[in-house]
Structures are given as C-alpha cells and as structure tokens.
C-alpha cells in the first residue's frame, strides 16, 4: 500500500508537469514565435540535461526536475516523454494555428495536457478495469480522458459535434499502447480532425 502511495504521489507530479503544456496556447496568443521558440529552446535544455543525468552529471534544481520526469524503471534510459510531449505541443502550434486563431491547436494541446494527463493519474489511482483491447489502459482512465477533452473542447470551440469527435479520437488514441508517443500522435490526431471540421 504504502509503495502504491508513493507511485501515485510521483504520478501527480509527473502529471501537474504534464499540464503546464497547457500554457502554451496563451502564450502564442501573446507572441506565436516567442512560444515556437520557447517549446523549442526547452527540448532542447531538457535532452542536454537528461544526457548529463545519464552520465550522473548533476546541475542544481534542474536535475531533481529531470529525475522527477523519470519513472522508476526508466531510471536508467533516456526518458522521452518531456521531449515528446514539448514536440507534441509545438507541431500542433505549427500545424493548427496561425497568427489570429489557435482554436484547433489549443483544443489539440489541451487534448494532450488535460486528456491525457488526467487519463494517466485516473488509470493509476482507480484504473481497475483492464481488458485486453485496452492493451492494459483502463476503462477508467480512457473515460476521463473522453470527458476531459470534450469539456475543454467544448469550452474553447462551443460547438458540441466539435467537441465530441475531439473527445472520441482523443480517447481512442490514449487507449492504444503507444507510450510516450501518445504524446505527439494525439494532439496532432485530434488537431487534424478538428481543423477539417473547422473548414468543412
């Protein structure tokens, strides 16, 4: 129990991380290029800093950081996800945006801060329906993420069919055993979908 306590404290941790991706669609709406080369600029800090990890190379503060983005059994490999999740982000900016409209690029990124995010710590804390065609996701945590997405598309778009199709491909996309690649597939699934249903 008390090991099971502690990955769920790690979870939410590695999760709150997670959800600050949420940020980037305000900040684009300030300055787009700032942002492209803010999510750019962090990749890369954070690939250079998770090779020094690698190699037991500490830098203060920055590396407790990086090891809190490490799950215990990647300790020892190179950890994608914060990289994944950054590219996820910024090809949505630059796929689904453009100077005077985020709206699919924001529901994209908050598809992948949100949906994602609180489909992890669901399926962690009271996944307990696994069958087989999850490929050992969980009812639960996929139906969060479903009910996550189509409440913050919903809220950005205002539009329900919008925001049910977002919520349907998001949900099915974090139930597929992709791994930290769920990170750049979803945002770009559920921004392509949305962005032809805009200009449909």
């Known amino acids: 129990m008390l090991m ?3 990955e769920i404290k790690a979870e939410i941790i590695r999760k709150s ?4 991706i949420a940020l980037v669609p ?3 709406s300030v300055n787009r290029k700032f942002t492209l080369i803010f999510l750019i600029a962090g990749i890369l800090v954070y690939t250079f800093m998770e090779l020094l990890r690698l190699k037991s190379i500490r830098v203060p503060l920055i590396s407790a950081l990086t090891a809190l983005a490490a799950r ?3 300790a020892l490999r190179f950890e994608m996800g914060p990289v994944t999740l950054g590219l996820g982000a910024l090809l949505s900016l630059l796929f689904y945006s453009s100077r005077d409209n ?3 690029a924001s529901i994209a990124i908050f598809a992948l801060a949100f949906g994602d995010g609180f489909a992890g710590l669901a399926g962690k804390a009271i996944g307990r ?3 087989r065609f999850l490929f050992g996701k969980s009812v639960e945590g996929t139906l969060v993420c479903f009910i996550v997405v189509l409440i913050t598309s919903s809220l950005v778009s205002k539009n329900i069919y919008i925001s049910v199709i977002a919520a349907i491909i998001a949900a099915l996309v974090e139930a597929l055993p992709l791994g930290d690649f769920d ?3 979803l945002p770009l699934a559920v921004g392509f979908a949305v962005q032809w249903m805009l200009g449909a």
Request: aromatic residues 14%.
């Open 4 to 6: 099971y306590s502690s």
């Open 17 to 20: 991380i997670h959800c600050l």
């Open 26 to 28: 305000f900040m684009a």
């Open 72 to 74: 215990s059994q990647n």
């Open 102 to 104: 985020f709206q699919a």
């Open 129 to 131: 329906l696994r069958p």
């Open 183 to 185: 990170n750049l597939v």
